[in-house]
């Protein structure tokens, strides 16, 4: 079954994609590179990963009441979604000094992963905004 056979349309299919792309992301990191988010967890290498079991759960949570939003066409999270996508073209400059060695940096990969990211969600907030004008919040179905 399709997303656009159950009633969704572009918009909602760039956000859901987006959201479930992250949630996988996290999650292989979680995985394969763990250390990339023990300094934001406060983890020491060695100790247990509590923290890392708590930040799947707290992350999941939210991706998965994000879905429910989106899917449900609430409209105060299309706006919510849309202020936090247009910030993220904040990432690249922020990218660019972390890449020039002008803050602490975290691996390269990772660094350049995030300005990625930023790219990736001021495109779907410019969607958003031109679904918005020609159909309104979430478009039409």
Same mark, same amino acid.
């Given at each position: 079954?399709?997303?656009?056979?159950a009633?969704?349309?572009?918009?909602?299919?760039?956000?859901?994609?987006?959201?479930?792309?992250t949630?996988a992301?996290?999650?292989?990191i979680?995985?394969?590179?763990p250390?990339?988010?023990?300094p934001a967890?406060?983890?020491?290498?060695?100790s247990p990963? *509590? =923290?890392?079991a708590?930040f %799947?759960?707290?992350?999941?949570?939210l $991706?998965?009441?994000?879905? /429910?939003?989106?899917? @449900? &066409?609430w409209r105060?999270?299309?706006?919510?979604i849309?202020a936090?996508?247009?910030l993220?073209?904040?990432?690249?400059?922020?990218?660019?000094?972390e890449?020039?060695?002008?803050t602490?940096?975290?691996?390269?990969w990772? *660094? =350049?992963?995030?300005?990625? %990211?930023?790219?990736?969600q001021f495109? $779907?907030a410019?969607?958003? /905004?031109?679904?918005? @004008? &020609?159909?309104g919040?979430?478009?039409?179905?």
């Amino acid at each position: 079954m399709s997303w656009r056979g159950a009633g969704i349309n572009r918009t909602q299919s760039l956000v859901l994609a987006f959201f479930l792309l992250t949630w996988a992301t996290a999650m292989t990191i979680l995985v394969v590179a763990p250390q990339v988010y023990d300094p934001a967890l406060r983890r020491a290498p060695g100790s247990p990963p *509590v =923290a890392q079991a708590a930040f %799947v759960v707290a992350l999941s949570g939210l $991706i998965c009441a994000v879905l /429910v939003g989106v899917v @449900r &066409r609430w409209r105060w999270l299309f706006w919510l979604i849309l202020a936090v996508f247009f910030l993220g073209v904040l990432r690249v400059p922020v990218t660019v000094l972390e890449l020039a060695g002008h803050t602490a940096a975290s691996p390269t990969w990772y *660094v =350049a992963l995030q300005g990625g %990211v930023g790219v990736i969600q001021f495109a $779907i907030a410019l969607a958003m /905004v031109a679904g918005y @004008r &020609r159909s309104g919040v979430w478009g039409a179905r």
